[in-house]
């Protein structure tokens, strides 16, 4: 069974920058594995920022990219915002399935 | 502008069946998977599988092979997920996304709230 790791949590000041990781616990994440991101603050459906590792979607700020960093995908917020605070999710494309990462929850303060 | 738009929240006693819609506009349903996904409460996200009303293929999870079925109606623009004998950790919000061209999730229905209990 694939397992797609992230860190649990991560904090971040304000107009920081601050880069979430996205991982395999076998293997390396490449583009094709077409990571995405997604924001999901509470009682709200998720929010796509990032497809295909670093496409972002339609009206995502541009402070939001994504990259593959060694052997992981990452998401990157510059310049971070109060209303960044959020559950951030990866998700890749493994064998035909999408499997998702536990999510990250980030804190800004 | 693309919306998915899915059916009120439902209550069902374990062992039963419950069927959640999700109804597509701004695009047509055909051109686009569809994917459904669900949120324990507290939990992280859980991708249950996708259908396409193009060509009636569908792949489902592993953890949910043999319970859950995803079929859609396209003269009424609507996708459906049916999820089997359920059990109390089947209790969730379930949400429908479109899937696009590079294997993610572009745009998200609104979230249905499933309850199970006796």
């Known amino acids: 069974q694939t397992v797609v790791t992230q860190e649990p949590s991560f904090s971040v000041s304000p107009r920081g920058t601050v880069t979430l990781t996205c991982g395999l616990t076998?293997?390396?994440?490449?583009?094709?594995?077409?990571p995405s991101w997604y924001q999901q603050a509470p009682g709200q459906a998720p929010r796509t920022l990032i497809y295909s590792t670093n496409t972002r979607s339609s009206g995502v700020p541009d402070r939001f990219s994504g990259s593959i960093l060694g052997n992981k995908a990452a998401l990157t917020i510059t310049g971070a915002q109060a209303d960044d605070e959020s559950h951030y999710y990866c998700v890749l494309y493994v064998g035909n399935d999408l499997v998702f990462g536990g999510g990250t929850k980030l804190t800004v303060l | 502008q693309v919306q998915l738009v899915q059916s009120g929240a439902e209550v069902k006693k374990p062992g039963a069946s419950v069927k959640v819609s999700c109804k597509a506009s701004g695009y047509t349903l055909t051109s686009y998977n569809i994917n459904w996904v669900r949120q324990a409460t507290g939990q992280g996200l859980e991708w249950m599988g996708w259908?396409?009303?193009?060509?009636?293929?569908?792949g489902y999870a592993q953890n949910f092979q043999g319970r859950v079925s995803m079929t859609w109606n396209t003269a009424i623009s609507t996708a459906y997920m049916e999820l089997n004998s359920l059990t109390s950790e089947d209790a969730a919000v379930y949400y429908c996304a479109r899937g696009n061209w590079y294997h993610a999730l572009d745009f998200w229905g609104q979230g249905t709230m499933v309850t199970v209990s006796s």
């Open positions: 259908m396409n009303p193009n060509t009636g293929n569908t």
């Open positions: 076998s293997g390396s994440v490449s583009t094709s594995h077409y």
